[in-house]
C-alpha cells in the first residue's frame, strides 16, 4: 500500500499563500479527509497532491517518491472530481475505459478491468447508456468505475457527492468507504461536509485559511478540539463556546472551577450540547427557541447575552422568553484562550 505525505507545502498566488506550509501524512490503505469552508485551501491542496498545480515550496511524496515536480501522469494516481467530468457522446463502458485506451493498454486487459469495475459498482446493466440516461448516483459510479479502472494505489477525491441529494449522499458515503477499503486504495478525500469527514474517514485534517488547524483521528476531532474554530465547526449543533466572565455573571460563581495559572476573564468555556442538565438551579438562561427533534429537544438560549444550545433526550416543556437554569460537568468542559483561540490544558 502505497503512503502520501505533504512536507511544509506551500502555494501562493501574487504573495498571497492559498496553502501555507501544510504537512500530513496518508498512511498506505487509509483515508484521509481534508476538511474545512470555502476557501480554506483543502481543494488547492489536493490538486498540489494531484500536479495540477505547481508546488511553490516544500516536497509532495508518494510511496515515498518525491514527486514535487513530476507530471499527473507519473504520479499513480486517480481522481474523481465534483462535477463528474463524464464524456456526454460516449456510453458508461467507453467512459469507464477512456483512460485506458488513451494509455493503449490492450483490449483483452481493457475488458477485463472494466468487467470487474462494472460488477463492483454495479454498473453491469447500464454499460450501453449514455450519461443522460442515468441518474446523478448512476453517474457518480460511472466517476468511481474510471479510478477503479485505473488501478491507482492513491485516489483523490474532490467532493465527489455535493450535487446529490441527502439520501444519496448517506448511500454513496457508505459505497466509497467500502470501495476504498476492499481495494486498499490509499484515499484524500476533500469535503466541506463534516459528516462525510467524521463518518468516512480515519484521519481528518481540519484546514482554515490556508493552514492546517487540526490533524487527529475523527473522535480527537469531536472530543478534544485543539481551538474554538474546530469545536464549532465539528458537531451538530456546535460545541457551545462562551467567555467565561459571561458565564460566571449569569451564576456560575462557585459551580466552576477554571484551569489553574490562567486569568479567568481571558478564558472562554466550551461544552458539548448534550453534555448540559436543565435543573432548578444553575445558570441562569433566557429561552430563545425549542427545536423539538422527536428523539431529542434542542433548546437554544442566551446566557448574559451569549448563544447556549441544550440538547436533551425527548421532550422538554419550556418555551421562548422563560428562564432556565443549565447545569455543566466538570469533566465535560473546555477551556480556551479568547485571544489565541487555542486550548488550555484543564490542569
Same mark, same amino acid.
Given at each position: ?51 495540477? =498545480? ?162 487527529? +483521528? ?19 449543533? +456546535? ?20 484551569? +489553574? ?11 458539548? +450540547?448534550?453534555?448540559? =442538565? ?62 489565541? =483561540? ?6
Amino acid at each position: 500500500m502505497v503512503s502520501v505525505e505533504l512536507k511544509t507545502v506551500s502555494k501562493t498566488w501574487g504573495g498571497a499563500a492559498a496553502v501555507d506550509e501544510v504537512s500530513f501524512t496518508v498512511e498506505g490503505g487509509k483515508l484521509v479527509a481534508l476538511l474545512g469552508p470555502s476557501g480554506c485551501g483543502k481543494s488547492t491542496t489536493l490538486r498540489l497532491i494531484a500536479g495540477l =498545480e505547481d508546488t511553490s515550496s516544500g516536497a509532495i511524496l508518494i510511496g515515498g517518491r518525491d514527486v514535487t515536480r513530476a507530471e499527473p501522469s507519473q504520479r499513480g494516481i486517480a481522481m474523481v472530481f465534483q462535477n463528474y467530468a463524464l464524456f456526454p457522446h460516449l456510453t458508461v463502458a467507453q467512459n469507464i475505459a477512456f483512460g485506458l485506451e488513451v494509455r493503449k493498454v490492450p483490449k483483452a486487459e481493457r475488458d477485463s478491468r472494466l468487467a470487474r469495475a462494472a460488477d463492483i459498482l454495479g454498473l453491469e446493466g447500464l454499460l450501453d447508456r449514455k450519461p443522460s440516461q442515468l441518474s446523478g448516483g448512476q453517474q457518480q459510479r460511472v466517476a468511481l468505475g474510471r479510478a477503479v479502472v485505473a488501478e491507482a494505489p492513491v485516489c483523490l477525491m474532490d467532493e465527489p457527492l455535493s450535487n446529490l441529494d441527502a439520501q444519496l449522499r448517506v448511500e454513496m458515503r457508505r459505497e466509497i468507504r467500502e470501495l476504498q477499503q476492499r481495494l486498499g486504495i490509499t484515499m484524500v478525500y476533500v469535503t466541506h461536509d463534516q459528516v462525510e469527514a467524521m463518518t468516512m474517514a480515519d484521519q481528518v485534517v481540519l484546514m482554515r485559511n490556508g493552514r492546517i488547524e487540526q490533524d487527529a +483521528p475523527p473522535d480527537e476531532i469531536y472530543e478534544n478540539p485543539a481551538s474554538i474554530f474546530v469545536a464549532r465547526f465539528v458537531g451538530t449543533p +456546535p460545541m457551545n463556546v462562551v467567555p467565561l466572565p459571561a458565564v460566571l455573571a449569569a451564576g456560575g460563581a462557585g459551580l466552576l472551577t477554571p484551569p +489553574p495559572g490562567h486569568d479567568p476573564a481571558a478564558l472562554a468555556l466550551g461544552i458539548r +450540547p448534550e453534555m448540559t =442538565e436543565l435543573g432548578e438551579s444553575g445558570i441562569a438562561a433566557e429561552v430563545v427557541a425549542v427545536e423539538y427533534l422527536g428523539a431529542d429537544t434542542l433548546v437554544e438560549t442566551r446566557i448574559a447575552g451569549h448563544g447556549f444550545i441544550v440538547r436533551r433526550a425527548g421532550k422538554v416543556r419550556t418555551r421562548p422568553g422563560e428562564t432556565v437554569y443549565i447545569t455543566l460537568s466538570q469533566s465535560a468542559l473546555h477551556w480556551f484562550d479568547q485571544a489565541s =483561540e487555542r486550548k488550555v490544558a484543564a490542569g
